[in-house]
């Protein structure tokens, strides 16, 4: 029989769902809004936690507001359109501000910053699913791949594509990544390489290559991290480590003139060595370049979703340079290795939270650490 339950929503946890309790469980439950009262229906247990679903918003919150998508709810792009814009940044700062007092141990958390976006019309890197001749995304609770006619949270060169049914099809391929960003219209089913501007430097890039989705807000995070190398010395080594196709190191290579670039994927090492002509390019992981690293002065780490490996977290925290940006997409991960930094004697100087991805529950963060001087 399918049990039923009324209660209050308390917050937004990371996954984007509402949290409630029920029998002294937590209960997570979609397209929900902190204040919500709902009327819910259990549809998964499990031994600590469970999932749940609307079945009627009997008092919605003053945070719910109406989605802007004809798709919201249905479409998995999006998972907080019903909720108003500054509830969500406020929703995500509590959920990096909860990360890091559970799993990172911190019993003092300092004071988190928060960049905001533009909340539609922001993104510049969509990766699309072909659902026959259309491009579409995969639905919220299933595999179906949804048509789209628009997407409201996507670039305006990507949206009029897609309203003029002008975003071309692989015919080889299910997946494929489409950037947009001012006159530049890049696409693995079409013109594949090009350049965009980011700040006042032209950076090379490749449509299907990992490149951050959301440009206005990448802007803020590089001149974050450029304030921050004000404090490094720049005669010593730097590195920027998980280097992508060099957009950092675009950056830090006029304050350092020995900068190392570390990428493990070997299709970057042409785009990087177009964006930091200057550099030393490493085709290989962090943790074999580890081996070999240079008393470093500074550097940046922008990891992938798992965090740092049990010896790069090791060999950083305990010999790393006394300026280090940690960049993260999963506050999980960046507190497990923030307790290491921090046991090995590192501080806080800053902690940010960016809004890559406004309407859904991704969260970027950076926290800038230093280590061995005094202020």
């Not at 259990?42 to 031994?47: A, F, G, P, T």
Request: charged share 20%; glycine share 8%; proline share 7%.
């Amino acid at each position: 029989m399918d049990e039923y339950f009324s209660a209050r929503v308390e917050s937004i946890g990371a996954g984007g769902a509402g949290v409630t309790h029920h029998n002294g469980l937590c209960v997570f439950v979609p397209l929900s809004a902190p204040g919500d009262l709902l009327r819910v229906r259990i549809k998964r247990m499990h031994r600590t936690y469970s999932y749940g679903e609307i079945v009627e918003i009997e008092e919605p919150s003053p945070m719910r507001i109406a989605p802007r998508c004809p798709l919201f709810g249905v479409c998995g792009g999006c998972s907080l359109q019903q909720l108003d814009y500054r509830a969500q940044c406020v929703s995500k700062v509590l959920i990096v501000q909860s990360t890091l007092s559970r799993i990172g141990k911190m019993a003092h958390i300092p004071d988190i910053y928060f960049h905001c976006s533009p909340a539609f019309a922001y993104r510049n890197r969509v990766q699309f699913h072909k659902t026959g001749r259309s491009a579409g995304f995969v639905e919220r609770t299933g595999t179906k791949v949804i048509p789209l006619e628009d997407c409201p949270i996507a670039d305006p060169g990507i949206r009029h594509a897609l309203q003029e049914r002008r975003i071309l099809i692989p015919p080889d391929r299910d997946r494929w990544t489409v950037y947009s960003r001012g006159e530049t219209f890049l696409s693995e089913a079409g013109t594949n390489h090009g350049k965009i501007q980011i700040l006042d430097r032209e950076i090379f890039v490749e449509a299907g290559a990992f490149f951050q989705s959301n440009g206005t807000v990448l802007e803020y995070l590089i001149k974050d991290i450029l304030d921050f190398t004000l404090k490094a010395d720049p005669d010593r080594p730097a590195a920027d480590l998980y280097g992508g196709v060099g957009t950092f190191g675009a950056f830090l290579q006029d304050y350092f003139p020995h900068l190392s670039i570390v990428e493990e994927n070997p299709a970057a090492a042409p785009f990087i060595h177009k964006n930091v002509p200057a550099a030393k390019v490493v085709s290989g992981t962090v943790d074999q370049w580890l081996n070999n690293a240079p008393d470093l002065g500074f550097a940046v780490a922008d990891p992938p979703r798992t965090g740092l490996s049990a010896l790069t977290r090791s060999v950083l925290a305990k010999s790393g340079p006394p300026f280090l940006v940690y960049v993260s997409c999963n506050c999980a991960t960046l507190a497990r290795d923030l307790r290491v930094f921090l046991d090995s004697g590192y501080a806080i100087h800053r902690i940010l939270v960016y809004d890559f991805y406004p309407q859904t529950a991704h969260i970027e963060s950076a926290v800038f650490l230093e280590k061995g001087f005094v202020r």
